[in-house]
């Protein structure tokens, strides 16, 4: 068993290894990226990987600031102005998504609830929180949505490096380039964020008030401020250690069956999301790649993450997914609920809520 210190250290130097490694070979998010690789590895091997609970919140705060920094009131007007284009793209990708869980569902791939809840296109974490109080194994929803969160970053990454080429930056991002700027407004709103966070109780909360207050300071009040390096490398590492930790050897045990076609209905997930930026991208007059990242059914902040290190138009990528993260917390919750009434008694389920131990860690 190795120790704590000793994993951290051999954590630490595989992410910088893996980073440097992506940096050099000009792929976005690589601060992202190769964290997420090492953390995954480890986990696969055995190893439990210890993560301070502060530190995703802070984090997420962090990169909710970075969101905040593309949604400038002309953008709003924008969004405003063009309501019709941003829920049809948004609604395209959840109704894509929640078809596919229904198609895993039937199969009985997984049980029905979990199939539903793991389908949701965005927002795995409070997905995961939530999905317990309506009967899903935690366990089975978080494999799904952060299996999805880790094949869309992928795939996005790559996408990304192939198409922007050279001009992609490895993860540093154009709003640390104005350091005239001051940055301790950032620290304002992540004190802010923490000390309201635990009263909502919500598992997005950390990265919906780090964007508000992202938007309140600069929007509201007309203060623009800069989001240093320091403060946004390490918050990349933390999500990504955030999400390959969750592959562990007790996780993958319980759904190595469902692997395959979990895995598949993933590919084809992101295959039909590239399918739509198609059309997206004509009617709403960008880019393909901004309108492919905008359709990209992972989570925001990675998204988030790819998109400031990519010459895209980030401002309409910002949009597209924070209203799709905005709609998704209103409805997913009823739309999986609902489905789940229409489907058969599946044996699979009684057998997960069984064999299933408490896991507030999702």
Same mark, same amino acid.
Request: glycine share 8%; proline share 7%; net charge positive.
């Given at each position: &068993?190795?120790?704590?210190?000793?994993?951290?250290?051999?954590?630490?130097?595989?992410?910088?290894?893996? !980073?440097?490694?992506?940096?050099?070979?000009?792929?976005?998010?690589?601060?992202l990226v190769?964290?997420?690789?090492?953390?995954?590895?480890l986990?696969v091997?055995? !190893?439990?990987?210890?993560l =301070?609970?502060?530190?995703?919140?802070i984090?997420?705060?962090?990169?909710?600031?970075?969101m905040?920094?593309?949604?400038?009131?002309?953008?709003?007007?924008?969004v405003?102005?063009?309501?019709?284009?941003?829920l049809?793209?948004?609604?395209?990708?959840?109704?894509?998504?929640f078809?596919?869980g229904?198609?895993?569902?039937?199969?009985?791939v &997984?049980?029905? +609830?979990?199939a539903?809840w793991?389908?949701?296109?965005g927002?795995?974490?409070?997905?995961?929180?939530?999905?317990?109080?309506y009967?899903?194994?935690?366990?089975?929803? #978080?494999f799904m949505?952060? *299996?999805?969160?880790?094949?869309?970053?992928?795939a996005t990454?790559?996408?990304?490096?192939?198409?922007?080429?050279?001009? $992609?930056?490895?993860?540093?991002?154009p709003?640390t380039?104005?350091?005239?700027?001051?940055?301790?407004?950032?620290l304002?709103?992540?004190? $802010?964020?923490?000390l309201?966070?635990?009263v909502?109780?919500?598992?997005?909360?950390?990265? *919906?008030?780090?964007?508000?207050?992202?938007?309140i300071?600069?929007?509201?009040f007309?203060?623009h401020?800069?989001?240093?390096?320091?403060l946004?490398?390490?918050?990349?590492?933390?999500?990504?250690?955030m999400?390959?930790?969750?592959?562990?050897? =007790?996780?993958?045990?319980h759904?190595?069956?469902?692997?395959?076609?979990?895995?598949?209905?993933?590919?084809?997930?992101?295959?039909?999301?590239?399918?739509?930026?198609w059309?997206l991208?004509?009617?709403a007059?960008?880019?393909?790649?901004s309108?492919?990242?905008?359709t990209?059914?992972?989570g925001?902040?990675?998204?988030?993450?790819?998109?400031?290190?990519?010459?895209i138009? &980030?401002?309409?990528?910002?949009?597209?997914?924070? #209203?799709?993260?905005?709609?998704?917390?209103?409805?997913?919750?009823?739309?999986?609920?609902?489905?789940?009434?229409?489907?058969?008694?599946?044996?699979?389920?009684?057998s997960?809520?069984?064999?299933r131990?408490?896991? +507030?860690?999702?």
């Amino acid at each position: &068993m190795i120790g704590k210190a000793r994993l951290l250290a051999l954590l630490g130097a595989l992410s910088v290894l893996f !980073a440097w490694g992506l940096t050099l070979a000009g792929f976005p998010a690589a601060f992202l990226v190769g964290p997420m690789v090492a953390a995954i590895l480890l986990a696969v091997s055995g !190893a439990t990987i210890p993560l =301070d609970r502060r530190l995703p919140p802070i984090a997420q705060a962090i990169i909710g600031q970075l969101m905040a920094h593309s949604l400038t009131l002309r953008v709003l007007h924008e969004v405003a102005d063009h309501w019709v284009i941003f829920l049809s793209g948004v609604f395209s990708v959840i109704i894509l998504s929640f078809t596919l869980g229904w198609v895993l569902a039937r199969l009985r791939v &997984m049980p029905g +609830n979990v199939a539903l809840w793991g389908a949701s296109p965005g927002a795995a974490t409070a997905m995961t929180l939530l999905c317990e109080t309506y009967g899903a194994d935690q366990r089975l929803v #978080a494999f799904m949505a952060y *299996l999805r969160v880790l094949l869309v970053t992928l795939a996005t990454s790559l996408i990304s490096h192939f198409v922007a080429g050279t001009h $992609a930056h490895g993860g540093l991002l154009p709003v640390t380039a104005a350091p005239a700027l001051p940055w301790w407004p950032c620290l304002a709103v992540v004190a $802010a964020t923490l000390l309201i966070a635990p009263v909502l109780r919500l598992g997005a909360a950390p990265l *919906l008030l780090g964007l508000a207050g992202g938007l309140i300071v600069q929007t509201g009040f007309g203060f623009h401020y800069r989001l240093p390096v320091w403060l946004l490398a390490p918050s990349y590492v933390v999500i990504g250690w955030m999400i390959g930790r969750r592959f562990t050897q =007790d996780v993958l045990r319980h759904v190595w069956r469902a692997l395959p076609a979990v895995t598949l209905s993933t590919g084809v997930l992101i295959g039909g999301c590239a399918l739509l930026s198609w059309p997206l991208a004509h009617i709403a007059h960008v880019d393909l790649l901004s309108a492919y990242l905008a359709t990209s059914p992972g989570g925001a902040d990675s998204v988030a993450i790819i998109a400031a290190s990519t010459p895209i138009d &980030m401002p309409f990528v910002m949009a597209m997914q924070i #209203a799709r993260f905005m709609v998704l917390m209103l409805i997913a919750p009823g739309i999986a609920t609902f489905l789940t009434r229409f489907l058969p008694d599946d044996p699979l389920a009684a057998s997960s809520q069984a064999g299933r131990k408490p896991d +507030n860690a999702c």
